[in-house]
């Protein structure tokens, strides 16, 4: 339901990390990482992406969302579980007593920029019409 | 190309959220951010509970609502401050930023407050994602809304730090089982409390004040 308040910030993440020269690169992507427990539907969000950066410089990026998954260690016997569902208990030793370790991640992990040959045969291409 | 940018897209919120705890701490107030869907029960529940901590606990309440000051005016009764945000103003928000949790705070006068809860909008998704410089968070659910919520929104019930089952007093009139409600709550959370409450009937409140309490004596101790 905030989706778009967080495509906002991604975005201006994202804008802020564009090298100022050479001047008007074309960023082909945007890469998230979201992890399992999150409230974030990403559907929605790439919905909201889209309409937040039209006519700004990261228009028609791509938003490519790599899902974390839940990784918890228990506190009792120290084994690794990756949450599936909504059973929140070491798969070793059945504790409930947890470390969520992963999971609740909503980072902006890096931008992809188009090579600036690229960008200038678009742009050329683009005057001609 | 690519460029490494590695930055958490909620950080804004959540370093205006660690510099409202730090304010907090220093004025001596422990912070309860309460949250559940609409129509859980959360400002009836919080109403008794507010006239029970007095005179003994000297409390103020932040409460957030899309639309209406009605919440506001149903805790006045308890002589408690009171701020109403409504989130029209920020767009319909569906639930309290940090950054509005400060501005609201700044209307109180916190060196006569030991406690400050903030009701937070009835929404059991977005809340749980935003942290307000909150000691404690707590989660009330009513029996009415059905026992397998928590496995729909894990995330509300795995960041809480208690839980509430609440409207117990209409359970003879439901085909409701409030033993595999809170067995659900603690498959997402099997270290968290849940206490049984009927706000309406005035219930199980005494438990959770003892639960809010020894967490409020716990931080003044590590204060000192």
Redesign the interface.
């Known amino acids: ?2 989706e778009m ?2 495509a906002l ?2 975005a201006e ?2 804008k802020s ?1 564009i ?1 100022k020269t050479p001047e008007d690169l074309k960023i082909k992507a945007v ?2 990482r979201v992890g399992k ?3 974030i539907v990403p559907d929605s969000l790439r919905f909201c992406f889209e309409i937040v950066v039209k006519n700004t410089p990261l228009d028609g990026a791509a938003l490519n969302i790599e899902e974390v998954p839940i990784v918890a260690v228990c506190k009792e016997c120290y084994a690794e579980t990756i949450i599936t ?5 070491c798969g070793k030793c059945k ?4 470390d ?1 370790i992963s999971g609740r991640e ?10 600036p040959e690229e960008s200038e045969t678009n742009k050329k291409k683009s005057k001609k019409k | 190309m690519e460029i490494s940018v590695v930055r958490q897209v909620l950080d804004v919120n959540d370093t205006m959220s660690e510099e409202n705890r730090q304010y907090f701490t220093q004025q001596g107030v422990y912070v309860f951010n309460l949250m559940s869907s609409p129509g859980s029960g959360k400002t009836t529940l919080l109403t008794k509970i507010l006239m029970r901590l007095k005179p003994e606990i000297r409390a103020a309440v932040i409460v957030g609502d899309v639309c209406t000051t009605n919440d506001a005016d149903r805790l006045a009764v308890t002589g408690v401050p009171v701020v109403q945000i409504t989130t029209d103003d920020f767009g319909g928000d569906c639930h309290l930023a940090a950054h509005v949790i400060r501005k609201a705070a700044k209307e109180l006068d916190l060196t006569d407050i030991d406690l400050l809860i903030v009701e937070n909008i009835g929404n059991l998704v977005c809340p749980a994602e935003f942290s307000i410089g909150e000691d404690s968070k707590g989660v009330v659910l009513s029996i009415t809304e059905g026992e397998d919520k928590p496995l729909k929104y894990p995330l509300m019930f795995r960041v809480c730090d208690v839980a509430i089952l609440n409207k117990m007093d209409l359970v003879p009139y439901l085909d409701a089982d409030p033993d595999l409600a809170v067995k659900n709550m603690l498959t997402v959370h099997p270290e968290m409390p849940v206490f049984k409450t009927s706000a309406t009937k005035e219930t199980g409140l005494d438990e959770f004040i003892d639960w809010l309490k020894a967490q409020m004596a716990k931080k003044a101790q590590a204060a000192k």
């Open positions: 339901m905030h308040g967080i910030q991604i993440i994202a990390a090298p890469n998230l427990l999150t409230a569902d909504a059973d929140f208990s504790s409930g007593k947890l969520i909503l980072t902006v992990s890096s931008i992809e920029v188009a090579d």
